[in-house]
């Protein structure tokens, strides 16, 4: 079974193949402030990483690319699915890891930054999905 690890910070799951670098370049990479004090670099590889700024991002391109191969346009991430699923988070209790509180904020920025990026690969998907399938490309003009 294919592994996929997302990440955006150096400590996600995952991207132990970069546990070097991490160690070496990120704030807490080393060592953490939590008594283990081992570090926030991961030991588990998968065997694809996807680095993104915002993680939620780096998996919205993913569902992209497999509506994309797939062929299949309900895969694609949208604002409205953001928008509840960053809602649903915050009823949840879920807390935004650097803002510290509970909210609809992702790694400190607000909704709507995330509702624009999500909405950029979105549309990138769709006029791809368009320019792969001629049947709803434009006629040629003769």
């Known amino acids: 079974i294919l592994t996929v690890a997302i990440g955006d910070a150096g400590n996600d799951v ?12 990120l704030p807490f990479g080393k060592q953490c402030r939590c008594p283990c004090g081992a570090g926030t670099a991961p030991r588990s590889a998968a065997e694809v990483a996807i680095i993104a700024d915002v993680s939620n991002w780096g998996a919205a391109a993913l569902a992209g690319c497999l509506a994309m191969v797939k062929g299949e346009g309900s895969l694609v991430h949208t604002p409205g699915r953001e928008r509840r699923l960053l809602e649903a988070a915050a009823a949840a209790g879920l807390v935004d890891g650097i803002e510290g509180w509970v909210g609809t904020s992702v790694d400190g920025l607000p909704m709507e930054t995330s509702l624009a990026v999500v909405e950029l690969i979105a549309t990138a998907v769709r006029q791809g999905m368009k320019a792969a399938d001629p049947a709803r490309s434009a006629p040629h003009l003769a």
């Open 14 to 25: 995952g991207l132990g193949a970069f546990a070097g670098v991490i160690r070496e370049n």
